[in-house]
């Protein structure tokens, strides 16, 4: 955990920047200024060179060969991190755990974890409610979480409008399986269409706007 968190280290330590939400198209609806706020991770100041040189001191205390280029997932995000633990060894813990000190130490509150199955889903979700009073005593705050729900999609709103640490849960299936079909049998993803039931927005907008920077935790 803490050499996850070191990584970013001389990052500047801010509260989360405001942004102007999405709330789609409201029929009837009277809309409020403050119902527009929404809070986002700030971005990563640190420079390419800077990452790469806290990454390469992080794998010397380690003991493991150092990185020669700073890596990215499909070219998004500040860079890639991949750490491997056995089965049992407590990664659940850790990564909450990370969550809670990067936003103690960098003030991000934004992050989503993503699964390989609803059964290892419900095994983390387990696990946020478990360790709730125990990172009550540490940090003196609570995580706001939730499993990612197609057919209940608001949460994505409180997801973006509120400050605190927010974390959403989520397995890859919903990123490749969560399809309906219309009136013409043709298949649609969820996560990536227009939506009449969340005021013509698509979700995945919704969801990662806020992130320029996206810590993103694999339960594997």
């Given at each position: 955990m803490e050499q996850t968190v070191n990584v970013f280290a001389g990052q500047p330590s801010k509260t989360n920047a405001q942004y102007r939400r999405d709330l789609g198209k409201r029929k009837g609806q009277i809309t409020f200024e403050e119902e527009y706020v929404g809070w986002r991770n700030n971005d990563v100041e640190l420079t390419d060179a800077q990452l790469l040189q806290n990454i390469r001191k992080m794998?010397?205390?380690?003991?493991?060969?150092?990185?020669?280029?700073?890596?990215?997932?499909?070219?998004?995000?500040?860079?890639?991190?991949?750490?491997?633990?056995?089965?049992g060894t407590g990664k659940t813990y850790v990564y909450i755990k990370t969550m809670f000190e990067m936003?103690?130490?960098?003030?991000?509150?934004?992050?989503?974890?993503?699964?390989?199955?609803?059964?290892i889903r419900e095994g983390v979700m387990k696990s946020?409610?478990?360790?709730?009073?125990?990172?009550?005593?540490?940090?003196?705050?609570?995580?706001?979480?939730?499993?990612?729900?197609?057919?209940n999609l608001t949460q994505i709103d409180g997801f973006s409008s509120d400050a605190s640490i927010n974390v959403m849960i989520i397995n890859t299936q919903a990123f490749a399986r969560d399809f309906k079909e219309d009136g013409k049998n043709k298949v649609s993803l969820i996560m990536y269409t227009k939506r009449d039931d969340f005021q013509s927005r698509r979700p995945i907008t919704a969801s990662t706007r806020w992130m320029p920077m996206m810590p993103i935790a694999r339960s594997w």
């Open positions: 794998q010397v205390e380690a003991n493991i060969p150092q990185s020669k280029l700073l890596v990215r997932q499909d070219g998004l995000g500040a860079c890639s991190l991949d750490i491997e633990m056995e089965t936003n103690k130490r960098y003030g991000w509150s934004k992050f989503i974890v993503v699964v390989p199955s609803i059964a946020f409610k478990m360790l709730e009073e125990h990172f009550m005593e540490q940090y003196g705050k609570k995580a706001r979480y939730f499993i990612y729900d197609s057919s």
